[in-house]
């Protein structure tokens, strides 16, 4: 008997607490300016990508945001705003923001540090960071789709087009 786990036993085993499709998607106020803040409330009524990823800067981290700032507008097809969270500061944000031209909210789970990553099931304790996962919420407020993809992965966005594309045909996804 093999007694080791692979690593998509461990992540599964580590994100017990994952959010996934049909479970309320709690409602955050985070700070997306030093003077503005955003809560998901607002997108009531229209689909919401959550990207959750570790860090401004890293390498894996600045190719995701600007892929998805590249297909923003696909994403738009579909009624749906996209909505960067990390737990770096509005100021790291911002110039980050400012460097790689994004044309979306990058939002800062600073203070306390992780909390909204926490709610969603993906904060790394050990590490201090979110994981790097995915979340497309209902116009309602409920998970539709979640993702967690290895921490120095890009996951791409298929996952999240295929499961905008089942919401607004009205499929039911397994």
């Not at 036993?9 to 709690?26: N, Q, T, V, Y």
């Not at 030093?34 to 860090?55: C, H, M, N, T």
């Not at 979640?146 to 295929?162: E, F, L, Q, R």
Request: with cysteine; hydrophobic share 40%; net charge negative.
């Amino acid at each position: 008997m093999d007694i080791r786990k692979t690593d998509e036993e461990l992540r599964e085993k580590e994100h017990r607490g994952l959010l996934s499709r049909s479970d309320a998607a709690p409602d955050f106020n985070l700070r997306r300016t030093p003077d503005q803040w955003l809560k998901l409330s607002e997108f009531r009524g229209q689909p919401v990508i959550l990207a959750f990823y570790p860090a401004d800067w890293s390498p894996v981290c600045g190719d995701q945001m600007a892929f998805y700032n590249q297909i923003l507008p696909e994403f738009r097809e579909f009624g749906a705003e996209l909505l960067g969270i990390s737990v770096d500061g509005v100021w790291c944000h911002a110039a980050f923001a400012r460097d790689r031209q994004l044309h979306f909210p990058l939002l800062a789970d600073f203070e306390p540090k992780g909390a909204v990553a926490r709610l969603y099931g993906v904060y790394r304790d050990g590490d201090g960071i979110s994981e790097r996962a995915l979340f497309v919420i209902d116009p309602e407020g409920i998970v539709y789709w979640s993702y967690v993809s290895p921490i120095g992965v890009n996951p791409g966005a298929d996952g999240i087009i295929a499961a905008l594309e089942e919401m607004k045909d009205g499929k039911s996804k397994q």
